[in-house]
């Protein structure tokens, strides 16, 4: 049965349980739990963390603890009863457990370690609190430890600092601001002080005296290990000043066996000693620790024979130093004893033992010998600071061990009361003795005896030093033949107050005899007594003591028979007369030294105070003897403090009139010296002589009579010291008169006790007289001033006893209102007055409510004047936080109403000004310092703040209500406002607490959020309607903006437990500011049109705090705007725009988030429901919304690791809404700028360049001045517009678009030209020639281009769901491309086909990117038709300002025929239209249109066919105008490609599939294409002959077996052609086979089969029908299944027969035959469909398709695309792969300018795809790795009047598999030659190799690389003049020198090809591009002539950077005789 617990309330989990039982609570180790009930073993409850849960858990998991129940019953809550500072330590590990660990992931090691040690300790020292068992001064002492280290630890993780009080949290609720104000200053310096706590500051009565701290050496003796003596020794330990030459301390000393352990066994383990009192300046001293070590025994320790054995002598041994200097540093920081060893040296000569320790200092190593080892004396140091009491308590463990207490010689620097002593320190100095008619010299040894007036041996009155009991005689260790002995030892002689008068010293000196007796010989003595005559000790300096001559029979048992004896030179002047008849006879020669020194607290050696302490003896004297009391010091004086006061006072009696003045000094005198630190310790032995033992009743009336006499005198005195003494006396003075005025009353019954009162009126009176004289003409005056308001607050406490609380507070009111009240008086007399104002706060009268309220007035008043003059801040903020700490405490008593409305009237509004005063100076300081004026800001900023906050904390509602109602007029109540207003801004500007200050600043905003509640009332009441004030409502709504978005009110930043702390205490401030905001916004009416739109900005940074309820209370104040605005101007217009600008800027700071966006619709579309105006508004709200979620995807683009094209895209997205929807330009502009700046970071020039043109195009050549705006500074429009146009040029130079940039050169240049500014218009032209230059001779890499489309909601809204066209990086293929875009979208999912996503992905939450690549369809259509137009230029008109793109996907409609499948394959093209061209302002657009067309197989039959006979007829041109001639390869590879194709069946399939009389009969629509078709067919039958024609006149004699070969298929071709195709049977002359010569042509008849077969070249005619571009029904395309030939799709992807072919296919355009780039250069992807995506592939292969669609991206090239064909070691690399790579890798879009015109001619099919010449290159290459397979050369197509040039190099690029080759100059290694076709190898098709895909889309894989190879990345330079001929092109006339180099056609040739040697060349000109010596020059140079001119170059041996284009010569002279026509050709046929 569950019952209510009644002892059990709250408990600690100590086990971690799961909770896996039914109901069970689950619960971490350390959680508290509040027990609810119970039942047999199980508790039921809930956790603090979560109080909302409850449940059950077992009993025994809980430890439970002491807890107060409140609020008992169902809702009771229970707080934990332990120690608060526990619970804090609990709370606060806990809370640094999460944060320690983040140390370690975030790396911050060293104080992850740092705060693991200090975790461990407080773990240790929260243990010691909870055992229980701790003192309270132990509890005290760990609570300030842990406080040390909690405090510590929150500042370096950066958490909230905790004031605190007594160590515990302070609780704001009971202490004043100012007071928690200081608390925090003094948590944050509590680490710093924690080393010093054991420092305090006496504080009385606001007088500090610094009480110095003495110092304690601990050392400890752990052994002497030094044990060579075998003797007992007695080791010395005393502390030495080096630079005095004298010991300060006593000694310690320790008395070993010759064991080297303690004599004493009681003393193992205990020889320690502590050298105490050590001051300050002692610790500078150049201290050592001096060791003396004597040992006893024989007289020579090595010599048996000196001395019997049974004779002991004191004989010095050795000496060990050690510097405190070096080792006071390591003592002082630790907390524990350090071991040192002292190496023991022994004297070398005895004479200077004395002097041993200075030797060894001084490192005089002749003087001393150094041991044989490293050992000796091993001690431990420990240094100690504070007072003995302290030391005591602290180490109680030192004095258990019977720690030896040695003192300082003479009296430390604080002499204590209570502190009796009286000690004589006896040095035993130095001696001359005669030797007395012996040989050698005496062995002498003193003995010391301390005798009594009856000669009686006082016992035990001799100590050698501490640790060993006293002594009753001294014997002193003996020098080894030495007559003039220095001993240097000190002797204490602690003899008895009592004994000491009549007692004396007898010295008796014996000679040690070294016979076998070892007699000791008495031969003489000495003495002195202890006291002279007069009753003064023995003074403290050496004394010469005669030696007086006995021996051992002599007696001493009279000592009056030596007594009367002079003892020594002073003595004997005293008593000249000495009978010689005396038995003591003085050895004139012989003389002992000695030194005492006196240090007694009893005794004294003044004879001044003696005679004053016996005035009675001398009455007559005592003047004399009062006026030389002065001159006794001050030690003197306070030994003997209470005799002297009480013979002063018995003085005083006994004449009064005579001697009261100069016991008024004296008394002075002894007063003042008590002020003095070193004695401030009696000043409580005066107080309790005052209260015990002071007995002059009479006394008061002559100190009052003398003080006011000293007062009355000040105005004429021009020597005021002594008035000044008095000043400063007067606490003490007024203590006696007090005192003694009691004494009298109680003795008289009091008696007149109104002449008493009067007195002190009057001495009243003539203190106020002092105060108000004018000191500012004397100085002297100020000083008694000065020393008057000093000392005047310490006399309240006295006056107190005999006055009331009423008449002492009017006694100081009327004093404090004498003083001048104005400010004038000089600096250093208002800080006086100031501080006597403030220890008058601070004394015990202030604290009485009576005394308060008349005090109160005279002091604000003071202040009040002080701060109106921005004088003494300081001190007056620590006035009044005195006051306001008092009044705070008072509060919670009494009530304080009445005084705060005291200081309301006079420092509330003085506070604001002096605090705006202060602020301002502040800010000033800031600007000019670029820091904060310390003082203004951290000390008096931080207490005046304190003060106002503490001021209106204390005021109530009836306080605000006076002070409203005090105001004369509306002026005043508006400055007031405006002032208060201005400071609580500033409070949360400024931030004038440091961020960690949480308590404070919570404060500060509950006291501002209250204070505006009290005010606002007033605000509305008096300036609405008519009396509106904007200034005062604005400033309201500034500060109450500023509030809500204060950082420390920002609650979702805190942790729940703190976040629940603070809602408990002051709930959530933001909303109770924003309902008070939005109530006095109601309260506007019509008013509010004055804050629009300026204060929109404001509120919306206010809505856009991220508290629900805030957003929900004002964002409708936005509606109120619209509303009001459209009343007024019919519009809102401000408020939109004005919106839309704050939104921007708040947003991008990191304001706002989604639920803001759905809340501010949702609200305001909600309100503007009712409104007429609800369309515009409607339309409006929908704006910023949409502007709401592009600003969130900018600012999270931007502040993420995200890449530029994100933040780009977003930029640009941004850009155009602000421009097209919302035409906002300044935001606008903004934009452009910063969407340059993010191109320039990624190196986007043209991108760049386009953005500024933006901002370019908004200006006008105007010189209409602009305003400074962002980095521009103020200029004309016309100047602004001139930069940027500048700027823009320049970027489009960086870009090599060099095309935009004149057109800007022109502009700049007639704006030039129009203000005759001939210098610049000079300068532009320049640059526009440049250009121009730049165009024809510079190298540009054509772009790829990628269509995307980003689907699913999970993409940012600018990318959401759309599709945009890209233009790729250089270099960059589908793969890099398909690569980096799933690297920017980690979570993507790559789509594998190309078709339109459905309306499930596009809605998902997900991710998804489908990528395939696009071709360009060019604007500018009629540049490309212009033969004569250098292929550098078309290029670029291809690749740029285009905005129409497309994509071509192969499919099948209805069945498809298996024997031709031409028949039924169409073509689905799909173009793109984008909303801006590429390039523009971003390197990729949006979609804007789709066009889907279809195209018939018969079209696309004829596109092919055309482009074909337009390819080959353009490259036929070419040749016979000389444009390209020496090297026919081009032309060569171009026929044999045709004619191979048609011969296999390519033409034949058209045939077959179109001229089929089925054909015909089933589509008579088609008519008309099958004649064009037709018409086609026989054009290329006759362009095919010219082109033999041309071939036989240029063809070299080597390459005839080809041509013969070509003109046997060509026959072939026209007969399998002429019964369809009529007129075929005429041939040219030029194709006959009987002209052509043969020449020796070795081919390989081998047809390719699987077996044979490893790798097929991409212009082979297995690269899957030629082309990705090509159609299926293209008839290069067609592969006939008897081939049997296989297709290398990826490593062991094969395809095997036609069907699998076409299957595979990758998307083939319409114009498969003839690229839709026209360019027989380019290079053959024969990447099937698979690897793009295609929908046309088949399920076999789709695994294969997913795999290549997620191939790694290829590595980027080289800006020159220039690769080097061979490894570094010169052999290939991985061929097939390279191959493989080839076939189904990207391709990197190339721009070449030395590209032909018949490459790209095709206007209709423009691509971006190139091939490089690099023919020569990569033929042999191939030919020497592919093994058996011949791979025929790339036709070229028919081409018109032009030029053109064939790469390969694309190709070499992927076989030698090379990273890119970075720019170089080395050279090729070896020369790479052409390789002609096998005539037998298949082909298929017109043209199987030379056509590609342009990019086509739907393929999803670009089309194979085309750059150029080698090892320079040198852009080559080319010119197309007449004379230049491309030095890389085969010169094959047939003058020509060389012999041709030997070409390998078979496999039975040598796998490698050794270069061969070549003839010089007789060119002086390098090979274009290639300059193997020097840089490149400027000029290009002349390349190498042809025809019989020279040969091929040297440099041609080695292998050279190959041009990725050919340029096209002009005609020469020389060549235009060997030109042939086209019609000629005609007409030859």
């Known amino acids: 049965m569950w019952s209510p617990t009644e002892e059990e309330k709250i408990g600690v989990v100590i086990c971690s349980f799961r909770g896996s039982v039914s109901q069970g609570l689950s619960l971490e180790i350390g959680e508290t739990v509040q027990i609810l009930e119970k039942c047999e073993g199980w508790y039921r409850g809930f956790s603090t963390k979560k109080p909302t849960v409850k449940g059950i858990f077992p009993t025994n998991y809980i430890h439970l ?27 606060t590990l806990q809370e640094w457990a999460f944060l320690w660990k983040q140390l370690y992931v975030k790396n911050k090691v060293d104080l992850f370690y740092k705060l693991r040690h200090v975790m461990n300790e407080l773990f240790d020292l929260r243990r010691q609190l909870l055992s229980g068992h701790l003192t309270q001064d132990q509890i005290r002492d760990v ?40 608390m925090h200053l003094s948590s944050r310096h509590s680490v710093q002080q924690s080393t010093s706590q054991g420092d305090s500051m006496r504080q009385c009565h606001g007088e500090a005296c610094r009480i110095p701290i003495p110092h304690h050496l601990f050392l400890n003796l752990k052994s002497f290990t030094y044990n060579t003596i075998g003797e007992d020794t007695d080791v010395f330990f005393s502390l030495f000043d080096m630079r005095e030459g004298k010991q300060i301390s006593e000694r310690f000393v320790v008395k070993l066996n010759k064991n080297g352990g303690p004599k004493n066994p009681d003393k193992i383990d205990r020889l320690c000693a502590l050298f105490t009192d050590l001051s300050n300046r002692d610790m500078k001293r150049d201290l050592y620790i001096v060791s003396h070590v004597i040992r006893t025994g024989r007289m020579l320790l090595n010599d048996s024979k000196k001395g019997p054995a049974h004779v002991q002598y004191r004989r010095p041994y050795g000496c060990a130093v050690l510097s405190m200097s070096d080792i006071l540093q390591s003592i002082s920081e630790l907390k524990e004893e350090k071991d040192f060893v002292l190496k023991v040296y022994t004297c070398n000569n005895e004479n200077e033992w004395c002097q041993i320790h200075e030797n060894i200092i001084r490192k005089s190593s002749t003087k001393y010998t150094a041991p044989s080892t490293n050992y000796g004396l091993i001690i431990s140091l420990q240094l100690l600071r504070g007072e003995m009491e302290l030391i005591r308590r602290e180490n109680p463990m030192i004095f258990n061990r019977g720690v030896a207490v040695t003192r300082k010689l003479g009296f430390p620097d604080v002499i204590m009361p209570g502190d009796i002593r009286n000690d004589l320190y006896l040095i035993l100095e130095r001696g001359d003795f005669e030797r007395g008619g012996k040989s050698v010299q005496k062995n002498i040894e003193v003995t010391v005896y301390v005798l009594y007036a009856d000669g009686e041996i006082l016992k035990d009155c001799i100590s050698l030093g501490s640790g060993e009991p006293n002594v009753s005689e001294h014997r002193s260790f003996v020098l080894y033949h030495n007559n003039s002995p220095r001993w240097g030892e000190i002797i204490k002689l602690p003899i008895p107050v009592d004994r000491f008068r009549g007692s004396h010293l007898r010295f008796e000196f014996r000679h040690c005899s070294t016979k076998d007796k070892g007699e000791k010989k008495l031969f003489g003595f000495a003495f002195t007594p202890l006291m002279r005559e007069d009753g003064t000790t023995l003074s403290d300096e050496s004394h010469e003591l005669y030696v007086y001559k006995c021996d051992e029979n002599s007696t001493f048992s009279n000592q009056a028979l030596y007594l009367g004896l002079p003892c020594s030179k002073e003595d004997f002047n005293g008593c000249p007369n000495i009978p010689s008849s005396l038995i003591f006879q003085r050895s004139a020669k012989e003389m002992l030294w000695i030194s005492t020194q006196l240090s007694s607290t009893k005794l004294t050696q003044n004879v001044d105070l003696l005679a004053l302490l016996k005035w009675k003896a001398h009455p007559d004297r005592l003047m004399d003897i009062l006026g030389r009391l002065r001159h006794v010091s001050g030690e003197e004086i306070v030994k003997f403090l209470q005799d002297i006061l009480d013979t002063l006072f018995s003085i005083l009696d006994d004449n009064t009139d005579k001697y009261g003045p100069l016991v008024f000094q004296s008394l002075v005198f002894i007063i003042n010296l008590l002020r003095d630190s070193k004695y401030y310790h009696f000043r409580p032995v005066m107080d309790t002589y005052i209260q015990k033992h002071f007995a002059g009743a009479l006394a008061y009336k002559e100190l009052i009579h003398c003080l006011k006499w000293y007062m009355d005198r000040s105005a004429e005195v021009i020597r005021q010291d002594h008035i000044q003494e008095a000043m400063r006396a007067l606490e003490y003075l007024f203590k006696f008169i007090v005192q003694s005025r009691i004494l009298y009353s109680r003795a008289t019954c009091g008696m007149e006790e109104d002449q008493f009162r009067m007195s002190i009126q009057e001495l009243f009176q003539s203190i106020r007289f002092v105060l108000s004289l004018d000191s500012r003409s004397s100085e002297t005056l100020i000083f008694t001033q000065a020393a008057l308001l000093n000392s005047f607050p310490t006399i309240f406490d006295e006056l107190l006893q005999m006055f009331t609380v009423q008449e002492v507070a009017e006694f100081v009111r009327g004093t404090l209102g004498s003083m001048p009240s104005t400010v004038h008086i000089g600096q250093s007399m208002d800080v006086v007055k100031l501080q006597s104002i403030a220890r008058t706060v601070d004394s015990r009268l202030f604290s009485f409510p009576e005394s308060r309220r008349i005090l109160l007035p005279v002091v604000l008043h003071h202040i009040h004047l002080h701060l109106r003059q921005q004088k003494e801040l300081l001190i007056c903020s620590g006035i009044l936080s005195s006051i306001f700490s008092i009044i705070k405490t008072s509060s919670l008593e009494t009530s304080v109403q009445e005084e705060v409305e005291m200081m309301v009237e006079s420092l509330l509004d003085v506070l604001l000004q002096t605090l705006l005063t202060i602020m301002s100076k502040s800010q000033s300081q800031e600007a000019v310092r670029g820091q904060r004026c310390p003082q203004c800001t951290a000390e008096i900023t931080g207490e005046y703040v304190s003060c106002l906050l503490s001021l209106l904390r204390q005021m109530s509602e009836i306080h605000y209500q006076h002070l409203l109602d005090n105001f004369q007029s509306k002026e005043e109540l508006k400055e007031f406002l405006l002032k208060i207003f201005c400071v609580f801004r500033n409070l949360m500007k400024l931030s004038i607490f440091p961020r960690d200050w949480m308590v404070m600043r919570l404060l500060t905003s509950n006291v501002i959020v209250t204070t505006a509640q009290y005010l606002s009332p007033a605000l509305h009441k008096n300036f609405t309607e008519a009396d509106f004030d904007f200034k005062v409502w604005n400033s309201y709504f500034s500060l109450a903006v500023l509030y809500i978005n204060q950082p420390s009110l920002q609650l979702e930043t805190l942790t729940p437990s703190k976040r629940k702390k603070i809602l408990d205490k002051y709930g959530d401030m933001r909303v109770m500011m924003a309902y008070e905001l939005f109530s006095m916004w109601q309260n506007l009416g019509e008013n509010k049109i004055h804050f629009i739109p300026g204060m929109i900005g404001p509120f919306l940074g206010v809505t856009l705090v991220p508290q629900t309820e805030v957003r929900s209370i004002m964002i409708p104040i936005f509606h109120d705007m619209m509303d009001w605005e459209q009343r007024k101007n019919g519009n809102f217009k401000q408020v939109e725009a004005e919106l839309i600008d704050k939104l921007d800027s708040l947003v991008s700071e990191g304001k706002g988030d989604e639920n803001y966006r759905e809340l501010f619709s949702l609200l305001l579309l909600e309100k503007i429901e009712q409104e007429t105006w609800r369309e515009t508004g409607v339309s409006f709200v929908t704006s910023v919304t949409r502007l709401m979620e592009r600003l969130l995807d900018y600012r999270d683009c931007m502040k993420g690791d995200e890449t530029e094209n994100k933040k780009i895209g977003c930029t640009v997205n941004l850009l155009n809404f602000y421009k097209s929807e919302i035409n906002k330009e300044e935001m606008y502009i903004r934009y452009i700028h910063k969407l340059c700046d993010m191109h320039l970071q990624a190196e986007n020039y043209t991108e760049a360049a386009f953005t500024l043109l933006l901002y370019w195009e908004l200006l006008h050549w105007e010189d209409r001045p602009l305003r400074e705006f962002l980095h521009y500074p103020t200029q004309s429009e016309w100047q602004r517009k001139e930069g940027l146009c500048r700027k823009v040029i320049h970027y489009f130079n960086k870009g090599k678009c060099w095309e935009y940039g004149i057109p800007l050169c022109r502009e700049l240049a007639s704006q030039y030209e129009a203000l005759y500014d001939y210098q610049s218009l000079s300068w532009i032209r320049k640059m526009e020639a440049a250009y121009y230059d730049n165009i024809m001779e510079q190298q540009r890499l054509e772009p790829e281009f990628f269509r995307v489309g980003f689907y699913g909601r999970k993409f940012p809204f600018f990318l959401r769901n759309k599709e945009f066209v890209c233009r790729g990086h250089d270099y960059e293929r589908l793969e890099a491309f398909q690569q980096r875009m799933l690297g920017e979208f980690p979570q993507a999912i790559a789509m594998q086909h190309p078709n339109q996503p459905d309306e499930t992905i596009l809605q998902c939450d997900a991710q998804y990117l489908q990528i395939y690549a696009v071709t360009p369809i060019p604007e500018n259509a009629d540049v490309l038709q212009m033969d004569r137009v250098p292929e550098r230029i078309k290029s670029f008109y291809r690749i740029n300002n285009v905005h129409r793109f497309r994509y071509d996907r192969p499919f099948h409609k209805g069945p498809k025929d298996r024997d031709n499948e031409f028949k039924s394959l169409w073509i689905e093209r799909t173009t793109l239209i984008l909303t801006r061209p590429l390039p523009g302002i971003s390197r990729w657009f949006e979609v804007e249109k789709r066009e889907v067309v279809e195209v018939s197989p018969l079209e696309n039959g004829i596109y092919v066919v055309e482009n074909k006979n337009h390819e080959l007829r353009t490259l036929i041109c070419q040749y016979q105008h000389k444009q390209l001639h020496g090297n026919i390869n081009l032309l060569s590879m171009c026929l044999n490609g045709m004619i191979d194709a048609a011969v296999n069946g390519g033409i034949a399939r058209y045939q077959e599939a179109f001229f089929d009389k089925d054909y015909i009969t089933s589509h008579p629509e088609d008519a008309e294409k099958i004649t064009q078709l037709k018409q086609l067919m026989q054009e290329q039958v006759h362009i095919l002959g010219v082109g033999l024609a041309v071939h036989e006149k240029l063809v070299h004699p080597e390459m005839r077996p080809l041509h013969k070969k070509l003109i046997d298929q060509f026959q072939m071709m026209r007969s399998s052609l002429c019964h369809t195709l009529p007129g075929l049977e005429k041939i040219s002359p030029a194709c006959s086979g009987a002209s052509t010569p043969r020449g020796s042509i070795l081919v390989s008849h081998s047809p390719l089969s699987p077996e044979s077969i490893k790798l097929v070249h991409r212009h082979s005619p297995l690269n899957l029908l030629g082309s990705i571009r090509h159609s299926s029904s293209s008839l290069s395309s067609h592969t006939s299944s008897e081939t049997g030939n296989l297709i290398i799709l990826t490593d062991g992807l094969v395809g095997e027969t036609s069907d699998d072919i076409y299957r595979m296919q990758a998307s083939p355009s319409s114009s498969s035959l003839s690229s839709t780039h026209s360019a027989p250069s380019q290079m053959i992807n024969s990447a099937p469909s698979s690897a793009r995506g295609s929908p046309s592939l088949p399920d076999k292969y789709r695994h294969n398709r997913e795999m290549i669609m997620l191939l790694p991206p290829h590595r980027d090239r080289p800006s020159s695309a220039m690769y080097p064909a061979m490894t570094e070691n010169g052999q290939p690399t991985n061929f097939q792969r390279a191959l493989i790579q080839q076939v189904i890798g990207p391709c ?95 082909h298929s098709g017109l043209n199987g190799s030379s056509s590609t895909l342009s990019g086509s889309a739907s393929s999803g894989v670009s089309s194979l690389s085309d750059s150029n190879f080698g090892h320079s990345c040198e852009p080559p330079v080319h010119t197309d003049t007449m004379d230049s001929v491309p030095s890389q092109s085969w010169t094959t006339d047939e003058d020509m020198e060389s012999p041709y180099l030997p070409v390998r056609y078979s496999i039975s040739e040598p796998e490698v090809l050794e270069p061969m040697k070549l003839p010089p060349c007789r060119s002086h000109s390098a090979p274009s591009g290639v300059n193997p010596h020097h840089d490149p020059p400027t000029l290009p140079p002349k390349p190498y002539m042809g025809r019989g001119e020279g040969c091929i170059p040297e440099e041609e041996m080695r292998p050279r950077p190959m041009p990725r284009k050919i340029s096209q010569p002009l005609l020469s002279c020389k060549e235009e005789q060997a030109k042939v026509a086209w019609e000629h050709g005609i007409k030859e046929e």
């Open 1788 to 1882: 990197k879009p190339c721009s070449d300018p030395n590209l032909s015109v018949a490459e790209k001619a095709v206007p209709t099919a423009p691509s971006s795809w190139s091939l490089d010449s690099g023919t020569r290159e990569a033929m042999p290459f191939l030919s020497a790795h592919v093994g058996s397979i011949m791979v025929p050369p790339v036709p070229p197509r028919t081409i018109p009047h032009g030029h053109f040039s064939m790469h390969f190099d694309a190709f070499h690029h992927q076989i030698s598999d090379l990273p890119p080759a970075l720019p170089a100059r080395s050279l090729r290694k070896s020369p790479l030659h052409p390789i002609p076709a096998s005539p037998t190898s298949p």
């Open 143 to 182: 609570k300030r430890h842990i406080t040390v280290r909690l405090d510590w630890g929150n500042e370096h993780l950066g958490l909230d600092l905790v004031p605190r009080k007594e160590f515990e949290m302070a609780d704001a609720e009971q202490i004043s601001v100012s007071d928690l104000y200081k």
């Open 65 to 91: 603890k002491k807890g107060i129940v409140s609020n008992s019953g169902q809702y009771e809550t229970v707080a934990l009863l332990e120690d608060s500072i526990v619970t804090e330590v609990t709370s």
